[in-house]
């Protein structure tokens, strides 16, 4: 997902002389391409995350739009309040850029490990928070973000999900995009694990004639409670999926707003980490299966809800 | 208005605004009323009918607790009516307690939270720097918010970058928030430790007015970032207020408030 933000960004940049992208000293490997071809719209602040989140607000409020960029959680819990007061209270145009959601460095440990990000984050009032599920949603999510006013934050994974979009598909930041059709069950998804709901959908389509509707829910503020609301009336269920925390992540801000708006899924599951830290190491792939999170748990826990609606 | 007239209307108001509202910090504002008012009056460059007028010179109050300072200096400045100070900290109004720019023209930038003035205000000037833009950035910090280490990140950051358009200005009144300065974490000492992170530092006596001017209005000689490390009174101007921790908190309310009101109007 970097390379094809990296690639997507350094496009834009020779259209619009007024993005930045500022490093706190990470992507050995990445970035030479944009630092050698927009010498002046690249900078790299040091291993200083609040002091790049403070830069990044002073440059947005005299007409940058200037995209912060580490990985983990570094620039986004280590300078959080930067984040709060500074950009988004100032409605800066100031892009948080994480890469490593998830388990993607998971073999780092605990310290690398991004699963509480997306709680925090989409509870800051204005912000943004656009979670890509594959490469072409971080194309065009990274394009939305900048024609996007105010603070936005893009987690971008080390996994990604294979190509699933169609011709005419529309990015939109706020919008859901189908993935795939069906009725017995809603999977909605946020981020690179996209890819496990794909590959449970295929077992549970062969193996079990049970045909899921895929969300990937992108965008975890706004949330599309449009198309949740019609995943809730018309599919045996929704499950929420994320590599992240059950609290306050994806699957609690399905709750929520469904809840408010009192229609009430089926079955409704959260697929996500519960209990302490996931302190086992690692690949990523390793993690999502001791904790849960991969294609057997899912499809596990669909027939657990199928059985339960026949 | 000079800047000696300005910078007794700061005290006299935010003497009124604190204790009317009942808030605190009026020793961190009359320390620093001074350094607030030469800035206003004789070294920034704005424009009150065009508040964010692209060339306009910068201005942070990062130790935004003492915000009833830079409202009464943006009033008496003329970017919004001086009666709407009396609003400040009380029900419903726009003018609180740490320094807010949400409906106050004329505030730069919002604070409250310590250290996040200067790595803002380098950002500024790192842009004015790229844009070969000739306006400079003021950032006023507190002796005590020296103890965030986002500064230090942005001392950093802009010595590297030579920043020569950024000026930081430390009230330097040695007490801070429990206890002196010096007690809590030191800071001496303090100007090598600007001038070992390759800023040019100037030492002045944070209430002579053309010491002030001086310092402030001249560019930077090295072409390195500006320290002027401004040394200052708490509580400047009341004598009762001079040099405690207490009247970081206190609010001056009847006897008190007339005392100090005087002492303010004979100075």
């Known amino acids: 997902m970097r390379n094809a933000f990296i690639a997507e960004l350094i496009e834009l940049a020779a259209q619009d002389p007024r993005i930045l992208l500022i490093t706190a000293d990470l992507g050995f490997g990445v970035f030479e391409s944009f630092a050698k071809s927009h010498p002046k719209q690249f900078l790299n602040a040091g291993v200083a995350e609040q002091n790049m989140t403070g830069l990044a607000t002073g440059l947005a409020l005299d007409g940058r739009i200037v995209f912060t960029y580490s990985i983990a959680n570094f620039p986004s819990l280590r300078c959080l309040e930067q984040i709060r007061n500074d950009a988004a209270y100032h409605d800066a145009n100031v892009k948080v850029v994480s890469i490593g959601s998830g388990f993607s460095y998971g073999a780092l440990g605990v310290s690398h490990h991004a699963t509480e990000d997306l709680a925090i984050l989409r509870s800051l009032p204005t912000l943004t928070v656009v979670s890509p599920g594959d490469e072409w949603e971080v194309r065009q999510a990274t394009r939305a973000l900048i024609a996007h006013p105010g603070t936005c934050y893009l987690r971008l994974d080390k996994s990604k999900a294979p190509p699933s979009h169609k011709p005419g598909d529309v990015f939109e930041i706020g919008k859901a995009r189908l993935v795939r059709a069906g009725t017995d069950l809603t999977i909605a998804t946020c981020g690179g694990i996209l890819e496990v709901a794909l590959q449970a959908a295929d077992t549970l389509a062969k193996e079990h004639g049970i045909h899921c509707r895929i969300l990937s829910v992108h965008t975890a503020k706004p949330l599309d409670v449009d198309a949740l609301r019609a995943a809730a009336r018309e599919t045996g269920g929704i499950l929420a999926l994320e590599e992240h925390t059950v609290n306050g992540g994806l699957g609690g801000a399905i709750a929520e707003s469904l809840l408010e708006l009192g229609e009430i899924p089926k079955r409704f599951v959260r697929m996500g980490l519960r209990g302490g830290f996931a302190s086992a190491v690692g690949s990523q792939e390793y993690l999502r299966k001791v904790y849960g999170l991969d294609a057997p748990a899912v499809v596990a826990q669909a027939l657990d809800i199928a059985r339960h609606n026949v | ?267």
């Not at chain 2, 830079?70 to 919004?80: K, V």
């Open chain 2, 1 to 267: 208005m000079d800047s000696i007239e300005l910078a007794r209307r700061i005290r006299k108001h935010a003497l009124r605004m604190t204790s009317q509202g009942g808030s605190s910090h009026i020793g961190a504002v009359l320390s620093m009323a001074d350094i607030v008012a030469v800035l206003y009056a004789h070294v920034l460059d704005y424009k009150t009918d065009e508040p964010r007028w692209a060339n306009r010179d910068r201005f942070i109050l990062s130790k935004g607790h003492a915000g009833a300072g830079i409202y009464a200096a943006l009033a008496e400045s003329g970017f919004f009516p001086v009666e709407k100070l009396d609003t400040h900290y009380r029900d419903g109004s726009l003018l609180s307690g740490h320094v807010s720019h949400k409906g106050i023209p004329g505030v730069e930038f919002s604070t409250g939270s310590l250290g996040h003035g200067l790595p803002v205000g380098a950002g500024m000037a790192f842009g004015a720097k790229l844009d070969e833009r000739a306006h400079r950035v003021y950032v006023l910090l507190s002796d005590g918010e020296c103890d965030e280490g986002s500064n230090w990140e942005a001392i950093l950051f802009a010595a590297h970058h030579q920043l020569g358009n950024l000026v930081a200005v430390v009230d330097y009144n040695k007490i801070q928030s429990l206890a002196p300065v010096a007690d809590t974490i030191a800071l001496e000492p303090f100007v090598d430790k600007w001038r070992a992170f390759n800023w040019e530092v100037r030492e002045v006596d944070g209430h002579d007015h053309a010491q002030l001017r001086a310092v402030l209005d001249a560019p930077s000689e090295s072409g390195k970032p500006v320290c002027v490390l401004a040394h200052t009174t708490k509580g400047k101007g009341v004598s009762f207020m001079e040099n405690t921790v207490l009247w970081h908190y206190r609010t001056a309310k009847g006897d008190e408030y007339d005392r100090a009101l005087a002492e303010l109007e004979r100075s």
